[in-house]
C-alpha cells in the first residue's frame, strides 16, 4: 500500500514527515519497523547499526539537518543491503548517490555532501528522534515512496 493510500485509509493512525526528502536508493518505496541513531557529523554509530541483522527495518538518522558532512555513503549503504536493512532515512545529507542507487535499498536525505563525517563515537542509538514536525520512536513503523513518507504506532500495511 503506497503513502498516500495509507493517508486516505489510515488517517488518524498516520503522521506525515514534512521534509523535502530526496530519493537516492535503488529502493523508492520501503517500510519497517524503526531504529534511529542521532548524530551530528559522525555516522559511527550509522555503521555500528547497519553492521547488525536489520530484519526490514529502517534506520532513521537525525543528523540534525546538517548538509556538512555525509551520514552515509556506499560502503555503509552496501553493509546495510547485506544485513537485511529494508531503508535508510537521512535528516542531512548522503555521499556516493551513484553507487547508491543501484543498490536495493531505499535511501531519502535531505541532500548530497562529497565529504565524510569524524568517526569520534558520539551520539545516541535507539531513542526518540525530533525533525519534519514528527517525533520518531524506535519500534514504531515507517512507510516511504515517492510521495512522502508515513509513520505509525503499527504497520498498517
Not at 544485513?83 to 547508491?100: E, K, P, Q, T, Y
Amino acid at each position: 500500500m503506497n503513502t498516500c493510500d495509507l493517508c486516505d485509509r489510515f488517517e488518524d493512525r498516520v503522521r506525515v514527515l514534512e521534509l523535502p526528502l530526496r530519493d537516492y536508493g535503488g529502493r523508492t518505496a520501503f517500510s519497517g519497523q524503526v531504529s534511529t541513531v542521532k548524530a551530528l557529523e559522525d555516522n559511527s554509530l550509522v555503521r555500528e547499526a547497519v553492521a547488525e541483522p536489520g530484519a526490514g527495518r529502517v534506520l532513521v538518522i537525525d543528523g540534525g539537518g546538517s548538509l556538512r558532512r555525509a551520514m552515509l555513503g556506499d560502503m555503509l549503504a552496501e553493509k546495510a543491503v547485506a544485513n537485511g536493512w529494508s531503508g535508510v532515512l537521512v535528516h542531512g545529507a548522503i555521499r556516493d548517490s551513484g553507487a547508491i542507487a543501484g543498490l536495493d535499498l531505499g535511501v531519502k536525505a535531505l541532500a548530497t555532501c562529497p565529504r565524510k563525517t569524524d568517526k569520534l563515537g558520539q551520539g545516541l542509538r535507539d531513542v526518540p528522534v525530533a525533525f519534519g514536525g514528527l517525533v520518531v520512536v524506535p519500534g514504531q513503523w515507517l512507510a516511504a515512496d515517492l510521495d512522502g513518507v508515513v509513520v505509525a504506532d503499527q504497520p498498517l500495511a
